[in-house]
Nanobody, 128 residues
Framework: QVQLVESGGGLVQAGDSLTLSCAASGGPVNTYTMAWFRQSPGKEREFVAGITWNGGFTNYADAVKDRFTISRDNTKNMVYLQLQMNSLKPEDTAVYYC???????????????????WGQGTQVTVSS
């Protein structure tokens, strides 16, 4: 069974940087598309960034483009997914989730329903 475990959230000030990590295990996870989503109170879960299985293609939400960078390190049985977040803004405050899509696809889906596995989430709070 696929397991995703996030870490790295916290409280920072506007303009600071933070790196989120997600350890994925359980089967050939190094062959699956992965992504980061976030959700703030009263809002739907929204796509932040995604990456194909080999890191060859990435996609970002307009709100984070040029500030966030997604990357992955594939090992034989695990994937270490990261989200480097720079120039953080108060509106980036949310619970961030790591997601994995096991069904093969050549694109990076931006809808939460397209991902089958989720981590528990990690809180990021940006103060002004």
């Amino acid at each position: 069974q696929v397991q995703l475990v996030e870490s790295g959230g916290g409280l920072v000030q506007a303009g600071d940087s933070l790196t989120l990590s997600c350890a994925a295990s359980g089967g050939p996870v190094n062959t699956y598309t992965m992504a980061w989503f976030r959700q703030s109170p009263g809002k739907e879960r929204e796509f932040v960034a995604g990456i194909t299985w080999n890191g060859g293609f990435t996609n970002y939400a307009d709100a984070v483009k040029d500030r966030f960078t997604i990357s992955r390190d594939n090992t034989k049985n695990m994937v270490y997914l990261q989200l480097q977040m720079n120039s953080l803004k108060p509106e980036d405050t949310a619970v961030y989730y790591c997601a994995l899509r096991r069904k093969l696809i050549t694109t990076i889906p931006i809808t939460a329903n397209d991902y089958e596995f989720w981590g528990q989430g990690t809180q990021v709070t940006v103060s002004s």
